[in-house]
């Protein structure tokens, strides 16, 4: 069974960083592409990053929506089987429930099979 | 940015009644290589994740009731709940992972009349 358990969320003041993590289990992980999507209390769904297997070098390893270029850094532990979110420079509107989830295929030209439960991020003073 | 759009915001609809939800990009998702849309249709309860439902536009994901369907490419697509259910109460969200920024539509909210 895929599990997918993130980690890491936290109250923290503008300006700040948090990095987040997601332990997964039940798949091979190294071999499918993993995403961060996030949801603003009460809002919709908002993708955030993506990062591709590390043998796939058909394009960009990793890719951010506007907003967060800069200032989040995805990045995958495939021994581990770990995914994170560093987050640094925090601001309120990045408040959210973050998820992480794995896509169907090495591609994050993918949708997203399996979510976890998420992990609060609060930005405030 | 491609831009997803849905209709209705929201809809009541009767126990064992159809409903139906809108979803349009702003330009088309459809692969010409592959012959495929890169479009998918979720499910979010209230207080839980959200749920693949569809992809590819109309491949319906394992152990998802065939009450659910998928439909349309290009710019519009369609996901259908043939006969509503209790359990179905949830808001839909359409998404296209064509190109990033991958974008979500703003949901639809379905709900028992």
């Known amino acids: 069974e895929v599990q997918v358990v993130e980690s890491g969320g936290g109250v923290v003041q503008p300006g700040g960083s948090l990095r987040l993590s997601c332990a997964t289990s039940?798949?091979?992980?190294?071999?499918?592409?993993m995403s961060w999507v996030r949801q603003a209390p009460g809002k919709g769904l908002e993708w955030v990053s993506s990062?591709?297997?590390?043998?796939?070098?058909?394009?960009?390893?990793?890719y951010y929506t506007d907003s967060v270029k800069g200032r989040f850094t995805i990045s995958r532990d495939d021994s581990g089987n770990i995914l994170y979110l560093q987050m640094n420079n925090l601001r309120a509107e990045d408040t959210a429930l973050y998820f992480c989830?794995?896509?169907?295929?090495?591609?994050?030209?993918?949708?997203?099979?399996?979510w976890g439960q998420g992990t609060l991020v609060t930005v405030s003073s | 940015d491609i831009v997803m759009t849905q209709s209705p915001d929201s809809l009541a609809v009767s126990l064992g009644e159809r409903a139906t939800i809108n979803c349009k990009s702003s330009q088309s998702v459809f692969y010409n290589s592959n012959k495929k849309n890169y479009l998918a249709w979720y499910q979010q309860k209230p207080g839980q994740p959200p749920r693949l439902l569809v992809s590819?536009?109309?491949t319906r994901e394992s152990g998802v009731p065939d009450r659910f369907s998928g439909s349309g490419s290009g710019t519009d697509f369609t996901l259908t709940i043939s006969s509503l259910q209790a359990e179905d109460v949830a808001v839909y969200y359409c998404q296209q992972y064509y190109d990033t920024p991958l974008t979500f539509g703003p949901g639809t909210k379905v709900d028992i009349k």
């Open positions: 990062i591709r297997t590390t043998g796939d070098n058909s394009g960009d390893r990793t």
């Open positions: 989830s794995k896509c169907p295929r090495a591609s994050p030209y993918s949708p997203t099979d399996s």
């Open positions: 039940g798949f091979t992980f190294s071999s499918y592409a």
């Open positions: 590819w536009a109309s």
